[in-house]
């Protein structure tokens, strides 16, 4: 007989199973250009989830019948890599990757300036290279980047993050476990410098004062990751000027 998991504490004395706060990022870590071939590039680490981007464009379309006469075509691909989770994952593309790669696309669409190169395409790949919770969201947070280090025009940077109930308390930022075992989990990004959401998802179940709670929680995390953003990119560019 297969014995089944028992669920793990997730909050003992008001911490978190990895000994933060509810309210608590994990550490974030952030690096630009770190591929030499790609027009932009970015690596975002949200703890133990480890995610890289690379942009490539504004280019030519091909196929040129999918061009667009008033704005740049934004394609977008989120993969997980094959040792990235525990258990070995097929290199082929599955549904949830192919569903994520419209969500995550959706999700920087109204950020970028596609007005201003009709009939190209700016081609996004976001590939995680460890899975910790929290994939989509830091893959949208590195794509962001990725795009400014690639000199494409944006309205604002767009940045991620995932609230989650776990044992009854809503967390931010949640892990594997939490994901794994909580009761419910909220990926949102935005626009912080034009207080615009542009992505918003909840599996699980909220109370509608929970759900009020857990946006708000949300957007503070996203105005904190939102300022490391902008941090990482002065860095670059005034090392950049300093040279």
Known sequence: MVSVKEKPPLIVDGKRI?????????????????????????????????VLAAVYGPREVLPKHIAMTDRAVIRCRYRMLSFSAEERKSPAPSRREIELSKVIREALEPAVMTEL????????????????????????????????DAGIPMRDLVAGVAVGKVDGVLVLDINEIEDMYGEADMPVAAMPGLNKITLLQLNGVLTPEEFRQALSMALMGIRKIYELQKEALRKKYASTTEE
């Open 18 to 50: 990895d000994g933060r706060r509810p309210d608590e990022l994990r550490p974030i870590r952030i690096e630009l250009g770190v591929l030499k071939n790609a027009d932009g590039s970015a690596l975002v680490e949200y703890g133990n989830t480890k």
């Open 117 to 148: 190169y009709p009939r190209t395409t700016i081609d996004i790949f976001i590939e995680v290279l460890n899975a910790d919770g929290g994939t989509r969201t830091a893959g949208v947070t590195a794509a962001a980047l990725a795009l400014a």
